[in-house]
């Protein structure tokens, strides 16, 4: 396993259209993390999935974003009817539960810059 | 809601010397973890060193340290010897230990330029 890996890395669509992302985390690891960053600032939380279940989604997220986990293992972002706004670098990251000797660091995939027109 | 604060948009360093990156954060929770990930350009944010909050002595890893200050809530990273190879965006970041959520706060960032 060489790590976190997304696809496309690069997407350019037109206002209005559906784009999807996806994400394949290291296979042993059961949390599963979307972020958001756009040019000079950090990365804004989404969401995230313990296993196939996504336990926190944040509030700046509009219903246009879903994200899924269907079995535990890869997971797809999907944003429906775009706007130029959402143009940005999506983010996956994954990494084990936190636990006794285990702080549940993040190791991150290298991004799909999404741009809007 | 905790916030993470970096108050330096960009630093700069000759390579060989020591830089210290500051970082900020606001929290009522005793119990929690605190990161720097770096960034290199067009590649994956990776770990550079974490923080136990209820450890008081400061994480070191190799030419990379920290200075935990808990009652002030700061948490510094210093660059030792620093190396062209250290050029990066640097992010802090917190994440609860006791809340139930999972999800870390990153700060937005410095910008670290080392010179040749």
């Known amino acids: 396993d060489t790590g976190v890996s997304q696809n496309p890395r690069h997407k350019i669509t037109k206002r209005g259209q559906n784009v999807t992302f996806r994400c394949d985390p290291i296979?042993?690891?059961?949390?599963l993390y979307w972020y958001r960053q756009t040019l000079g600032q950090g990365p804004e939380f989404l969401t995230y999935f313990q296993n196939e279940a996504q336990l926190e989604k944040s509030r700046l997220l509009s219903d246009r974003f879903s994200a899924e986990r269907p079995k535990g293992s890869f997971s797809t972002l999907e944003i429906q009817r775009t706007e130029q706004g959402d143009s940005a670098m999506y983010l996956c990251?994954?990494?084990?539960?936190?636990?006794?000797?285990?702080?549940?660091?993040?190791?991150f995939g290298e991004g799909s810059r999404l741009t809007v027109l | 809601a905790q916030t993470v604060t970096q108050s330096q948009p960009e630093m700069s360093v000759q390579e060989a010397e020591t830089v210290t990156l500051s970082c900020t954060y606001d929290t009522s929770e005793s119990d929690y973890y605190l990161f720097w990930y770096k960034q290199p350009p067009s590649r994956q944010m990776i770990l550079v060193i974490r923080q136990e909050a209820y450890k008081q002595q400061n994480a070191t890893e190799n030419r990379f340290s920290v200075n935990f200050q808990k009652a002030a809530k700061s948490f510094s990273l210093k660059i030792s010897d620093s190396q062209l190879g250290d050029a990066a965006m640097y992010f802090c970041a917190y994440r609860s230990a006791t809340s139930g959520t999972y999800k870390y706060i990153f700060g937005t960032g410095t910008r670290l330029k080392v010179l040749a």
């Open positions: 296979s042993e690891h059961n949390r």
């Open positions: 990251a994954s990494s084990f539960t936190p636990g006794t000797g285990n702080t549940g660091e993040l190791f």
